[in-house]
Nanobody, 125 residues
Framework: QVQLVESGGGLVQAGGSLRLSCAAS????????MGWFRQAPGKQRELVAH???????NYADSVKGRFTISRDNAKNTVFLQMNGLKPEDTAVYYC???????????????????WGQGTQVTVSS
């Protein structure tokens, strides 16, 4: 069993930065692939960034070059550094954990067994 708690969301002006954290409890955190998803009102939940247990990363095209995902296995924490924020980045951001990895399916929500409660990110123009 893994419990995930996100923090670090808030209100920021366009062009600003935020760093989200996701603290995990439970065993074997280092074995899980971790994803950051977001969901804006009226839209589907979408993958923003993913990091495998080995540390390989993938990003949605919309955030490449602006967002960075990282993990600290010693602290059971995954981070999302968000720079150059835009109003269209406004959403609830969720972290999720999956013991499974598929290079063709890692962006799909049903691949993740555990989810956090979400943290709101609002970017004003």
């Amino acid at each position: 069993q893994v419990q995930l708690v996100e923090s670090g969301g808030g209100l920021v002006q366009a062009g600003g930065s935020l760093r989200l954290s996701c603290a995990a409890s439970g065993r074997f955190f280092s074995s899980y692939g971790m994803g950051w998803f977001r969901q804006a009102p009226g839209k589907q939940r979408e993958l923003v960034a993913h990091i495998t247990s080995a540390g390989s990363t993938n990003y949605a095209d919309s955030v490449k070059g602006r967002f960075t995902i990282s993990r600290d296995n010693a602290k059971n924490t995954v981070f999302l550094q968000m720079n150059g924020l835009k109003p269209e980045d406004t959403a609830v951001y969720y972290c999720a954990a999956s013991i499974y990895y598929s290079p063709s399916d890692y962006m799909k929500t049903h691949m993740y067994e555990y989810w956090g409660q979400g943290t709101q990110v609002t970017v004003s123009s």
